[in-house]
């Protein structure tokens, strides 16, 4: 079923693309392609022409190469590693700059997501790393970019705590927001999308890349943990994939209880509840529960037997 409603949702958006400019039609499909299809299920789904060999291949637990050399939002050439410090996870999209709908439409939908987090790029918790596969893309387009995503979180996380920032304070928190727009040669990029399992095609009509949107959640070491599909996410799901890429090293003691009521499904790329982490956790409720009955109850039944042993001592004549 889900095969079939995929396959009319994208002739449907076909059909459609034909009033459209290349760049949007292209984007269209895209995007109902991931909603519909998603990631796993695209070798069947009877795909047009444009996005045979677009994929995001399962390379959950495989380790990337961070000895690339990219370029920076400044210009400079740096090594992936950089950015991996052992210590934070790293939230890495793969996008490209000139792109006219369905980046711009992922990326603000992952700020959105991202400004609802305890905590902030760049910060003791997590990294934020945006690598653009166009090696047309240059620095001056991925300053641009980063400038503009830096400032519009901090301003609306400022908005959310009520604060009015001048455009100086509001530059100076962008400044400190750890979210780095790169960009890299030809064959850099392509040995970095092989170890991500990232296939991506260039549309020669149109000038556009037909790709998928993806977030990758990358371990300290830089180890695939896991993956958020689609152009939409939920701040909880980050928060998760987070966590669970940091083996708990961030995150407080409720939220990792109740990340043990949750699993990652690696075809959804998502969270979903548990019922054998929601059974667990009652069965560990209960228990507290049972062990707080016991010690109430041993301990009025010990002072029952202390008034009973008082009141049947003999008073002294």
């Not at 400044?175 to 392509?190: A, L, N, R």
């Not at 548990?274 to 059974?279: D, K, P, Q």
């Amino acid at each position: 079923m889900m095969k079939t409603s995929s396959h009319n949702a994208l002739r449907s958006a076909s059909l459609r693309a034909r009033t459209l400019s290349p760049a949007r039609a292209l984007a269209l499909a895209a995007g109902v392609t991931v909603l519909l299809a998603g990631a796993s299920a695209w070798a069947g789904a009877g795909l047009p022409a444009e996005f045979e060999g677009v994929d995001v291949k399962n390379k959950l637990g495989a380790k990337m190469d961070l000895d690339v050399s990219l370029t920076d939002h400044e210009g400079h050439a740096v090594k992936l590693s950089k950015y991996f410090d052992g210590k934070r996870p790293v939230l890495l999209t793969l996008n490209y700059f000139r792109c006219e709908s369905l980046c711009s439409t992922q990326l603000n939908e992952l700020l959105k997501a991202v400004r609802k987090l305890d905590w902030v790029p760049g910060g003791d918790e997590f990294q934020m790393v945006t690598i653009s596969f166009d090696p047309r893309d240059d620095t001056e387009t991925a300053a641009g970019k980063r400038t503009t995503y830096a400032k519009e979180l901090m301003r609306l996380r400022a908005q959310d705590a009520g604060e009015q920032l001048s455009e100086a304070d509001l530059t100076a928190r962008a400044d400190t927001v750890g979210w780095e727009f790169m960009t890299g040669e030809h064959d850099v990029i392509k040995a970095l999308t092989d170890d991500l399992g990232y296939t991506y095609k260039f549309d020669e009509a149109s000038g556009q890349y037909a790709h998928s949107p993806v977030v990758y959640i990358m371990s300290p070491d830089g180890v695939i943990s896991r993956y958020l599909f689609g152009i939409t996410y939920q701040t909880q799901d980050l928060k998760f994939a987070l966590m669970d890429a940091s083996n708990g090293e961030i995150g407080d003691f409720g939220e990792k209880v109740l990340l043990s009521c949750f699993a990652f499904d690696p075809d959804g790329g998502g969270y979903a509840a548990s019922a054998f982490g929601i059974m667990r956790l009652g069965a560990v409720f209960f228990a507290f529960l049972l062990a707080v009955y016991l010690l109430f109850h041993f301990r009025r039944e010990r002072r029952a037997r202390r008034a009973r042993a008082t009141s049947h001592t003999p008073s002294a004549v």
